[in-house]
């Protein structure tokens, strides 16, 4: 067997693949379809077989007899891209976790300083994967579960494939468990490695992880149902098919009680109501009185008010004045400037601040509060507390 010629440098390898973006991007929409045939390769390179030869040669096809196909490993990532992807690789996840113990413990034995600073690297590097990947196994669990169920005409099938959805499930479940106690073990190297990034690191994997319990759950919960509803399907789908049987065979009075059942039941009330619109004319409305007193009965019973257009009263001369609303908006950025010429602490301004409407406390508390967090790196702490109508708050200048 030949060695597949590779690629040497990133810049070849994204040339090769933006040059032929269109025959990539016809034969990725038709994976799930047919072989792609060589002709319409061909065609689609302007004819140039030397350029789809060196695609086969490269590795990013594999000819199968008269057909070309996308090479698995770049199929995968394309689909990993675009997120289109079916398969949950939970061996991944374990793929991590191993190599995670692996450089755990080569950082643990390693003495050279540079060494053990590249293991401490791959280890945070792997953390974040693990995150990564068992959160997008948990989606892809979730959009397969509900394509098995929606899409699958087969119920054997479809209840089949919940059910390995389901061991699925549970498998990310102790994927997850096992790198959380890893997570909970290794006391000796999250001591050695303190830094923040892998501090940071850990915290969002534990987060990524307490999002794919919850999400679990309710995969979990889904697929029960989906369950359910398919045995119900089945059942019912087999009465239908004994019925329609006993009816072919001109023994459905006879051999079930479906006539009394039929006779039992009402089925008028799941019709809908029948309404006659009765329109009187224009004139009839105007020239009979006793009408328009049974209209506006009616109205008033079903609680109907007068939507009739009426001419509109004159305006006042007090309606024509001028009126001024005083709005409570503040204008924050103006506060703060001023607040930083003065040499209050920020409190004790914001209560003296003429704010031309008057204003509770509460309000006094929420403007101090809010300029604290638009200004946080401009604000001076002091460490010291003061108490104004039993609110504490902190002392704080400008900077």
Request: aromatic fraction near 8%; glycine fraction near 2%; include cysteine.
């Amino acid at each position: 067997m030949d060695v597949l010629t590779h690629f040497r440098s990133i810049e070849e390898l994204t040339k090769t693949l933006s040059r032929e973006q269109e025959l990539l991007s016809e034969m990725f929409e038709k994976r799930k379809l047919i072989k792609f045939p060589l002709g319409l390769a061909i065609d689609l390179v302007e004819g140039n077989e030397a350029r789809l030869r060196k695609l086969v040669d490269y590795g990013v096809l594999v000819e199968a007899g008269d057909a070309l196909e996308i090479e698995s490993d770049y199929l995968n990532f394309f689909e990993e891209v675009l997120n289109v992807n079916e398969e949950i690789s939970v061996l991944s996840v374990q793929e991590c976790i191993n190599t995670l113990k692996e450089n755990i413990g080569y950082f643990l034995q390693e003495t050279n300083p540079n060494r053990k600073a590249g293991y401490q690297d791959n280890v945070r590097q792997l953390l974040k994967k693990t995150g990564f990947r068992t959160l997008k196994n948990v989606v892809d669990l979730k959009r397969n579960m509900d394509n098995a169920y929606k899409q699958e005409p087969n119920y054997i099938i479809k209840k089949k494939k919940l059910q390995n959805l389901d061991e699925k499930s549970h498998s990310i479940r102790a994927m997850i468990r096992e790198c959380e106690k890893l997570m909970d073990n290794e006391h000796a190297f999250f001591i050695m490695a303190n830094d923040p990034h892998m501090a940071k690191t850990c915290s969002d994997v534990k987060h990524d992880f307490v999002e794919s319990y919850h999400a679990l759950m309710e995969i979990d919960r889904q697929i029960i149902s989906y369950i359910n509803q398919i045995d119900e399907q089945n059942k019912l789908y087999r009465k239908i098919r004994k019925l329609k049987y006993l009816q072919d065979q001109i023994l459905i009075k006879t051999d079930t009680n479906i006539m009394n059942i039929l006779e039992s039941t009402n089925p008028i009330w799941m019709e809908s109501r029948q309404y006659s619109r009765l329109r009187l004319s224009l004139e009839m409305l105007k020239e009979n009185d006793q009408i328009i007193k049974i209209l506006r009965r009616i109205a008033e019973h079903n609680g109907i008010q007068k939507t009739a257009r009426t001419e509109a009263e004159p305006l006042t001369e007090e309606d024509l004045q001028d009126h001024i609303l005083k709005m409570k908006d503040i204008d924050s950025a103006e506060i703060w400037n001023a607040f930083q010429a003065s040499s209050y602490n920020l409190f004790d301004f914001i209560l003296k601040y003429d704010y031309k409407v008057k204003r509770n406390i509460e309000e006094h508390v929420a403007i101090f509060c809010q300029l604290v967090i638009l200004h946080p790196d401009e604000c001076r702490m002091t460490g010291e507390y003061a108490i104004y109508q039993n609110i504490e708050y902190p002392i704080i200048y400008a900077k």
